[in-house]
C-alpha cells in the first residue's frame, strides 16, 4: 500500500512537472507572432481557411473591380509580413462585372455628354473649365480616359470644357519663326492665336528657300489676338548673266579718218596732193578683245532650320500622365506652346497603362496639348 502511494505521488509530481515545462514554452519561448499568407488572387474561401489555418482571421470588403466574381483583389498586411495571432486581415474582394466601353463625347455640350455618360453607367469625375479661342463655351474639348477604353462602372470620367474666349489675353507676342519652314510657321502662328494673310517671296541666301526669313510685324512685337501676320519666305537668287565686254583699238584713228576723196572725170587731170597732206598711216580694222564669262558663284550649303528656343529658368511645367488601357499601342504627341513658340515634348509609340512625366521650363503662359492617336484628349493650361 505504501508503495502504491509512493508511485502515485511520483506520477503526480511528473505530470505537474511536464505542464509547467508546456506553460514556460508558451510563455517564454513560443513565438506568438505569425507570417501572413498570400491571398490576393485567391478565391474568398481558400483565403480565408489559408487564414484560419494561420491562426488568423479574415474581414471581407466587396468592391467594384474587373477582375472575377468572389477573387482577392488587396490585403490589408502584405503576404509575409508578420501578425499576431487571432488578428483580423481585412480583404478587398471583386463584386465582378463587365467592363463599361467609354462613349466618345468630345464636342458635346456639356449638360449633353454628362447624360450621356449616365447613361452609359459611367459617373462625371473633375470638370476642368478653360479658354478656348477655337471651341464655343460650354463645348466639351477632350476627356480622360479618351474613348474607347473599357472602365469598371466606379471609374470617374473627366472632362476638359471650353469657356470659349472669355479670359484669353488680348494682346500675343508674336513668336520668332526665322529659319523655319512655312507649313511650321503656320502651325506655330495658329497656335499662337496669329493668323497669315500673305507669303512674300524674298531672295536670301541666309536661309534655306522655303524658309521664315523675317515676320511683318517683326518677332518680339505685340499684337492683338487673331492679328494677321505676312511671312517672308527665302528664295534662291536668281543667277547673274555674264558681263561681255568688247574692246576696240584704234577707235581714236577712226574718228580722224578724212573724209572721201573726189576722183576726177575722165579726162581731167587730177590735183596735185602736197606731200606733207598725205596720209602715211593705214587705218588698222578694230580689233575685238575676247572677254573670259566669269563661273557662277558656288551654291552657299543651306542652313537648317533654327528651331525654337527652350527658355531658360522662370517658370518649370509639370506634366504627369497616364495612357489609358488600349488594345495596341497607338502613337503619343505631347506639345508645349508658350511666348517662344511650340516644342514637341514626346513624339513615340505609348502602350496602354504607360505613365509619362514630364518637367519643362516656359516663359510666359503655356499650353500642354496630348494627342493619342491623332486625336487631341487632353489640354494642360500654365500660368
Known amino acids: 500500500m505504501n508503495r502504491l502511494f509512493r508511485w502515485g505521488i511520483i506520477i503526480a509530481l511528473l505530470i505537474l512537472i511536464s505542464s509547467g515545462l508546456v506553460s514556460i514554452r508558451l510563455i517564454f519561448v513560443e513565438d506568438k507572432d505569425v507570417e501572413v499568407?498570400?491571398?490576393?488572387?485567391?478565391?474568398?474561401?481558400?483565403?480565408?481557411?489559408?487564414?484560419?489555418?494561420?491562426?488568423?482571421?479574415?474581414?471581407?470588403?466587396?468592391?467594384?473591380?474587373?477582375?472575377?466574381?468572389?477573387?482577392?483583389?488587396?490585403?490589408?498586411?502584405?503576404?509575409?509580413?508578420?501578425?499576431?495571432?487571432?488578428?483580423?486581415?481585412?480583404?478587398?474582394?471583386?463584386?465582378?462585372?463587365?467592363?463599361?466601353?467609354?462613349?466618345?463625347?468630345?464636342?458635346?455640350?456639356?449638360?449633353?455628354?454628362?447624360?450621356?455618360?449616365?447613361?452609359?453607367?459611367?459617373?462625371?469625375?473633375?470638370v476642368l473649365r478653360v479658354p478656348d479661342a477655337i471651341k464655343p463655351a460650354g463645348v466639351v474639348i477632350a476627356q480622360n480616359p479618351a474613348s474607347p477604353a473599357g472602365v469598371i462602372s466606379s471609374r470617374m470620367?473627366?472632362?476638359?470644357?471650353?469657356?470659349?474666349?472669355?479670359?484669353?489675353?488680348?494682346?500675343?507676342?508674336?513668336p520668332d519663326l526665322r529659319g523655319q519652314e512655312e507649313g511650321i510657321a503656320r502651325q506655330i502662328l495658329e497656335q499662337s492665336e496669329l493668323d497669315v494673310t500673305r507669303a512674300v517671296e524674298v531672295e536670301s541666301k541666309l536661309v534655306p528657300p522655303g524658309s521664315v526669313v523675317q515676320t511683318q510685324p517683326k518677332a518680339g512685337t505685340r499684337v492683338q489676338s487673331g492679328a494677321s501676320i505676312t511671312l517672308f519666305l527665302a528664295k534662291a537668287p536668281a543667277p547673274e548673266p555674264p558681263i561681255a565686254v568688247t574692246a576696240q583699238t584704234g577707235a581714236q584713228n577712226a574718228e580722224q579718218i578724212p573724209p572721201p576723196r573726189e576722183v576726177p572725170a575722165i579726162g581731167t587731170v587730177p590735183p596735185v596732193i602736197p606731200i606733207d597732206q598725205v596720209d602715211t598711216n593705214p587705218i588698222a580694222p578694230p580689233q575685238t578683245v575676247p572677254v573670259i564669262a566669269q563661273p557662277p558663284a558656288a551654291p552657299q550649303p543651306p542652313v537648317p532650320p533654327t528651331p525654337p528656343a527652350i527658355p531658360a529658368g522662370g517658370k518649370t511645367a509639370k506634366l504627369r500622365y497616364q495612357v489609358p488601357p488600349l488594345s495596341r499601342a497607338l502613337p503619343l504627341k505631347i506639345v508645349i506652346t508658350d511666348a517662344s513658340g511650340a516644342r514637341t515634348l514626346q513624339d513615340k509609340q505609348a502602350n496602354g497603362g504607360e505613365y509619362i512625366s514630364i518637367e519643362t521650363p516656359y516663359s510666359g503662359s503655356a499650353n500642354i496639348t496630348i494627342q493619342l492617336g491623332g486625336e487631341v484628349i487632353w489640354q494642360e493650361k500654365y500660368e
Open 37 to 126: 499568407p498570400s491571398l490576393v488572387g485567391l478565391p474568398l474561401v481558400e483565403a480565408s481557411n489559408r487564414l484560419n489555418a494561420a491562426g488568423l482571421s479574415a474581414r471581407p470588403d466587396i468592391v467594384d473591380s474587373d477582375q472575377p466574381r468572389d477573387v482577392v483583389i488587396y490585403q490589408s498586411v502584405p503576404s509575409g509580413e508578420k501578425a499576431a495571432k487571432g488578428n483580423v486581415i481585412n480583404l478587398k474582394v471583386s463584386r465582378g462585372g463587365a467592363l463599361i466601353q467609354i462613349p466618345d463625347v468630345r464636342g458635346m455640350q456639356f449638360a449633353e455628354a454628362v447624360k450621356e455618360l449616365d447613361a452609359s453607367g459611367l459617373k462625371l469625375g473633375s
Open 157 to 174: 470620367i473627366e472632362l476638359l470644357v471650353s469657356e470659349g474666349k472669355a479670359g484669353l489675353s488680348t494682346t500675343v507676342q508674336v
